[in-house]
């Protein structure tokens, strides 16, 4: 057991380094809703497939065993990573004639973990979940949950934490990724009800956990709305924080180091590609988008002709936009124009320096780039393509990286240490290369502002004035229908 944990605990610190390099940014926010010990199931969305469970790993400071399905288990890499992760198989009837009999087991073995006050990590869906959405949750966390207090006459003081795993982009190579943590739900009060009726009681914790979930979590319950969320989002980018609930602490930081490892996340910190501000801005994008969401489906629900109305004027708002060639993300360059004049400076300025050094990161980041783009979408199964990305990943730029170690050692006269610092710059300015398209595009559309501003003065009032007018609909909306 001992060995056991050395081994998951190096493979998730190896794992901590690769997400830290893989994704933008991770973040947490209400990992204190996590208890330290005693009995826990960590209840989470399933966005990423196996990525989900490696990020859950990295932010959650105690050993999770996760449940899942057995036709993982078959792939041999998968199984061995799963394995190294204290996974338990979950079998389905399709995968074998005794499904019903093996997941006895499995029951048996979770119950058995959870009595030693251990941690079990769960995937509700029971598959992946669908682009901003939560799907319908599965009664097995609920049966395991019930299932262990019922065997400790409800003493055990088990715990459901749900676990929102957020992306801002499908395509999860360089995304932004946040945890938001929910608080506990206590199985044990469930214990009147469980008595009087099992069935009843494993409904009404399912139904807990999966309207906790979706608070947590992206979740647009109308394919509809999607787009509407979306737009409006970009339009009340800077507008949408007072409407927000500010209760929660945002946190990225690490289980505290030993002495000893400090100076390799110091070093770490060097490839850290945004600012406590920018991991700010990331959550308060999620926050933006779910209420709007919550907002725009009940109103859908309630008031559908005010829905109609506010998505008229969006559109109005919008073709006004395109009839001026200005995007909408923009619009807050119309309140601040001497704040935008010196955007536009300091833009000027960085695509000018930064441009050598995009320019080499390019170079040397965009072949193993391309193959962890494409590659792994030969894999039709989606958890093992899912998981193709991450490992293609890590091994085409190391593969790539000690390439060009070897052939600086061979055929140049420079020093180890000299090539050492050369091959540890080229994350960093692969990073630089990455974001340098999409700055660049900003700078120009910036420059569209400078020209719409001076030329097309009365259009820019009356956008303004369209853009208030929207948002006020929007706030009467929300304090009318916000959950």
Known sequence: MLGGMRLYRSLIRFLRVVTHLYFIEVRSSGRDHVPREGPLILAANHPGSVLDAILLSTQVPRP?????????????????????????????????????ERNRVTFARVHEHLELGGCIGVFPEGRN???????????????????????????????????????????????????????????????????????VAVQALTDEVQQVLRRQALHIADRRLERMVS????????????????????????????????????????????SVAAGR?????????QLISS????????????????????????????????????????????????????MTVFAVVTAPVALFGLAHNVVPYLITKFLPRIFRDEA????????????????????????????????????????????????????????????????????????QAQLVELLRSERESLFARFEALSERYRD
């Open 295 to 346: 907002v725009l489906s009940r109103t859908l629900e309630q008031d559908p002709k005010s829905l109609v109305a506010l998505r008229i004027h969006l559109e109005r708002y919008k073709d006004h936009l395109a009839q001026g060639r200005l995007k909408a993300a923009l619009q807050q360059s119309f309140d601040h124009p001497v704040r935008e004049r010196w955007v536009r400076l300091r």
């Open 129 to 199: 979940s669908p682009w901003a959405k939560v799907g319908q949750l599965r009664t097995g966390v609920a049966r395991m949950a019930l299932g262990a207090e019922a065997r400790n006459d409800f003493a055990l003081g088990l715990v459901i934490v749900p676990v929102g795993i957020n992306h801002d982009r499908r395509d999860l190579l360089t995304s932004d990724a946040l945890l938001r943590f929910g608080k506990p739900i206590r199985v044990a009060d469930y214990r009147q009800i469980y008595q009087g009726d099992p069935e």
């Open 384 to 455: 093992v393509r899912t998981f193709a990305f991450f490992g293609m990943g890590v091994l085409a730029f190391l593969s790539s990286y000690a390439a060009v170690g070897y052939w600086l050692w061979r055929s140049s006269e420079l020093a180890w240490p000299w090539i050492l610092a050369y091959i540890a710059v080229l994350p960093p300015t692969g990073f630089v290369a990455l974001g340098y398209r999409r700055s660049i595009l900003a700078y120009r559309d910036k420059i569209l502002v400078r020209t719409f501003v001076f030329d």
């Open 231 to 274: 737009d409006l989002e970009t339009v009340f980018s800077d507008r949408l924080a007072r409407l927000l609930d500010q209760g929660e602490s945002l946190s990225s930081e690490e289980p505290e180091p030993t002495l000893a490892k400090r100076w390799v996340w110091k070093m770490l910190r060097w490839y850290h590609r945004s």
């Open 281 to 289: 801005a990331l959550e308060q994008r999620i926050l933006s988008r």
């Open 64 to 100: 999770i065993r996760y449940l899942a399905r057995s036709g993982l288990f078959r792939l041999p890499l998968l199984a061995t990573l799963f394995r190294s992760l204290g996974a338990i198989p979950v079998y389905r009837p399709h995968e074998t004639a005794d499904a019903s």
